[in-house]
């Protein structure tokens, strides 16, 4: 995993295959954010791509990830709401849920936390993955031992040195909350 | 601290904990984020909920990066700039403001707090929240606002979708009896659904509606108990009867408010559009007429109807996402609002209920600009503790 900060620096000069990376973790969640606002599946797609288009076009604007992400996400919700206006919305009350500052936070919060652990539980090796899976669903030592057709013993290491290598692939995010707590503290 | 960059830290300490990574001092900032507000714990319930954490994992593979990634490319070297300049100045206005304005358009009660100030507050807004109990008595929880569908025993297919049930999407059953159902909202909560005549029915908090899965017979009849908004389909030959502990309210098709909880005095139907009658139960036939902009008040003990003429879109306001008091009581605002907000209040003298205000807020929002607005009129000290409010002098 490449860090957001060296990421954003190498976008900004017009390194493609760095926006290729960028867009590629970042625009499903862009997406299924969409899909929370509206139910056409085409038009989502089209105002999630527009959202990335407007960040390429004003991107030396941006050094920091957290910003290039909010405007992102802030743009799709816009064009969304906008399209809304469009549409003829039967339910007033839908529609105010949907234009609340509230409800854009709460889905910027869960979209992200998905796509933190999606993409570092998806970084794991494949048995690590399976591991760290079952176990996120409850399973004990012993079900996954049955599951995978192998000792507990087995587990218990897989799963050591998977948590270790989650570990590692998290520490970003580590660094990034320490900087928040001198921040607030 | 800017509010997204809050989200996005929170977000990291989210997965982390769902991965059982975090640390000592983070597992404490966590828990800081968890415990500041309900909709928090409602929140992390929903994304460490295993099954929905698989289908959204589902959801995410099969997003089709790399036919977006081929659109996007086509539309960035495409030209068409003049277009997008204006389209940035407004997203970049909606970024570098965002907060201080949120969606108050509101007047009265202006949010004069910038939301990316993290504030603790104990009493939370309410949000889309009921249970729908079945006619076998089967009680199902509508808080998660997954969408689903279910089958009632006699055939009769209910969607769940959008915060709101829909018994007329599908071809319901064409059995004589028909079954009944019952939407219970509860303190905190707001709920609509359509009936399946088409009627469309927003219940607010505390309040319960009785109604057949499908109508049957000569007349469309439900039962409420609490507030609820109804705009009914037109049928001319079947009435639509809305049943209130003590009276009855028939309409041929229109849309109404009416206000029935069992601990106030009075029950308030106020007209929008149409033409409602009101009829008190009792050994008087005695029925009351209601023009739009009209309200109905009728006393639960004395079984009288007075008939006033109001503002009738104000009364709706809660069903849009606001609450519009005009010239009411500090008591009688703070009844409507405690449902809403789930919290309860009292007063160290008994004076300060009526003083009266006049305002509104809007609903999905803080409920401290209110108490700020009330404490700043210097009659009423304001203090809350937890979810508890105390006015006194």
Redo the contacts between chains.
């Keep these: 995993m490449v860090p957001d900060q060296t990421l954003i620096e190498r976008i900004r000069k017009g390194d493609s295959i760095a926006l ?1 990376q960028f ?2 973790s970042f ?3 862009v ?2 954010f969409a899909r929370k606002y509206l139910k056409d599946t085409d038009i989502a ?2 105002i ?3 959202a ?3 960040f ?3 991107k030396e604007q941006f050094d920091d990830m ?2 290039v ?3 992102i ?3 799709t919700k ?1 064009k969304c709401l906008n399209h809304i206006k469009t549409t003829n919305i ?5 529609r ?2 949907l ?5 854009f ?2 889905l ?3 979209e ?7 993409s ?2 998806n970084g794991l090796a494949a048995k690590s993955r399976n591991i ?2 079952l ?4 399973y004990k030592n012993k079900e996954i031992a049955k599951e995978l057709d192998v000792s507990v013993n087995t587990v218990k290491t897989l799963k050591k040195n998977a ?1 270790k290598e ?2 590692e692939k ?1 520490k970003d ?2 660094f ?2 320490f900087l ?2 001198q ?2 503290g | 601290m800017n509010k997204m960059d809050t989200i996005f830290g929170n977000s990291g300490l989210i997965a982390k904990k769902i991965a059982g990574q975090l640390t000592e001092q983070e597992n404490d900032l966590f828990n800081q984020w968890l415990n500041s507000s309900k909709r928090n714990q409602i929140l992390f319930e929903r994304i460490k909920d295993s099954q929905n954490f698989l289908s959204r994992n589902e959801e995410f593979e099969s997003v089709n990066t790399e036919q977006a990634w081929d659109n996007f490319t086509r539309k960035i070297s495409a030209p068409g700039k003049m277009k997008t300049i204006s389209l940035i100045l407004r997203y970049a206005a909606a970024i570098l403001l965002p907060l201080v304005i949120g969606t108050s358009i509101f007047l009265y009660f202006h949010n004069q707090y910038p939301l990316e100030e993290v504030q603790v507050s104990t009493i939370q807004p309410g949000m889309r929240n009921a249970f729908l109990v079945l006619n076998n008595g089967q009680n199902i929880n509508l808080e998660n606002n997954e969408a689903m569908a279910l089958k009632e025993a006699d055939g009769t297919v209910i969607e769940n979708a959008n915060d709101e049930l829909n018994y007329a999407s599908q071809q319901s059953s064409k059995s004589k009896k028909a079954l009944q159902n019952t939407l219970v909202v509860p303190r905190g909560g707001e709920y609509s659904l359509v009936l399946s005549d088409g009627t469309q029915v927003c219940v607010n908090s505390m309040s319960k509606l009785v109604f057949p899965v499908h109508f049957t017979g000569n007349t469309r009849e439900v039962s409420l108990e609490g507030e609820a908004y109804f705009k009914v389909q037109k049928d001319a030959k079947h009435p639509f009867v809305v049943n209130i502990n003590g009276m009855q309210i028939k309409v041929l098709g229109t849309s109404f408010n009416v206000k029935a909880y069992q601990d106030e005095q009075n029950v308030y139907t106020t007209l929008v559009e149409g033409a409602v009658k009101i009829s008190p139960l009792g050994p008087s036939d005695k029925e009351w007429l209601l023009n739009p902009d009209q309200q109905a008040v009728f006393d639960k003990t004395s079984v009288g109807v007075e008939i006033r003429d109001v503002d009738a879109s104000q009364y709706i306001q809660w069903a849009l996402g606001k609450y519009v008091f005009t010239n009411q009581s500090l008591d009688e605002i703070m009844k409507t609002l405690s449902r809403w907000y789930d919290f309860t209040y009292s007063f160290r003298d008994e004076s300060l209920k009526a003083i009266r205000f006049e305002g509104g807020l809007n609903k999905y929002e803080s409920i401290d600009p209110i108490l700020d607005i009330i404490s700043k009129t210097g009659k009423v000290k304001v203090s809350v503790n937890g979810k508890d409010i105390l006015f006194e002098r």
């Design positions: 290729k867009f590629e625009y499903p969640s997406y299924i797609e089209d999630a791509q527009d990335f288009v407007e390429w076009n004003r957290n910003a992400k909010g405007f996400y802030t743009v816009n039967r339910q007033k009350i839908l105010n849920k234009m609340s500052d509230e409800y936070y709460e910027v919060q869960e992200e936390t998905y796509r933190i652990v999606h570092a539980v760290v899976l176990s996120m669903e409850g948590y989650l570990k998290l995010y580590v990034i909350l928040l707590n921040m607030l």
